[in-house]
């Protein structure tokens, strides 16, 4: 990144709290980026600081907002069977790949996730995936679940971000959430996912 062009700049607490700082100038003279709070920006407290992240936000991977990082659908999705491929674009086109994701019901009753580039760029590594000694849930798919049972996809009506939810045996209950703002690339892979947890005097089963 060409530090001209830097318009947004952010600090990172210890508890993960995210502050903007005023927008990055740039000294052509000195050749120098300053970095400053804003008049309404609370004070860095250095020993609470963990991250400062900065950089352009056309080309750059926004770690201030990961909402400005949202993938949405290039198609509708088929939930029809229990094998699906679905396709992601990112807002920011010049900063996140675009990404295929794998859906997957399989025989053993789990859903699998997975995801790669639409079109891994040169040199890139593949994405990490956990080995089979740790996790093998199987990879028959099943011939009696399609995934609609158990994944429901939706769209933000506003901006389009994608968010996946995957359903109890219930067919209805939400029990995890993948959120949109994901930022996977060859060095960086993470996502928002929320588990769905309710409490009960009694043992439930879904």
């Known amino acids: 990144m060409d530090i001209k062009s830097a318009d947004f700049a952010c600090f990172v607490e210890t508890n993960g709290d995210v502050t903007y700082l005023d927008t990055p100038l740039y000294d052509a003279t000195k050749q120098t980026l300053t970095l400053k709070p ?18 352009d936000s056309l080309v750059d991977v926004n770690m201030c907002d990961a909402t400005a990082n949202n993938y949405t659908l ?4 088929d939930l029809s069977t229990s094998h699906t491929t679905v396709g992601l674009q990112n807002v920011q086109a010049l900063a996140l790949q675009d990404l295929t994701l794998d859906l997957a019901v399989l025989k053993t009753g789990v859903v699998t996730v997975k995801w790669n580039y639409a079109t891994q ?5 593949a994405p990490f995936m956990v080995p089979t000694d740790i996790v093998d849930a ?5 011939t009696t679940a399609v995934l609609s049972d158990f994944v429901k996809i939706n769209e933000d009506a506003t901006t389009k971000a994608v968010s996946i939810d995957i359903l109890a045996a219930d067919k209805a209950t939400v029990i995890y959430t993948i959120s949109g703002d994901m930022q996977l690339n060859e060095y960086l892979n993470t996502f928002r996912g929320v588990a769905h947890t309710r409490f009960s005097a009694a043992p439930n089963n879904f």
């Not at 290039?74 to 999705?77: N, Y």
Request: hydrophobic share 30%; proline share 6%.
């Open 38 to 55: 804003t008049s309404l920006t609370k004070e860095i407290n250095t020993y609470l600081l963990r991250d400062i992240y900065f950089g």
């Open 121 to 125: 760029p040169t040199g890139w590594k």
């Open 74 to 77: 290039k198609a509708p999705a």
């Open 138 to 142: 199987g990879t028959d798919y099943s």
